[in-house]
């Protein structure tokens, strides 16, 4: 049975490739992305295999 482990990260509007690409580098699968509190930047749900 695979066991998860699952990260959030905030969004920077002008910067969400760079972040997304660096956080898919560390082997983690995006989720979802979901408004931010309040309408703010956007917040990322990642999750990957635990070693």
Do not use: C, F, S
Not at 23 to 51: C, I, S
């Amino acid at each position: 049975m695979v066991k998860w482990e699952y990260a959030t990260v905030p969004l920077l509007i002008h910067a969400t490739k760079q972040i997304l690409d660096q956080w898919g580098e560390d082997g983690w699968e995006l989720v979802t992305v979901v408004p931010g509190p309040q309408g703010g930047n956007p917040v990322a749900y990642l999750k990957r295999p635990r070693d």
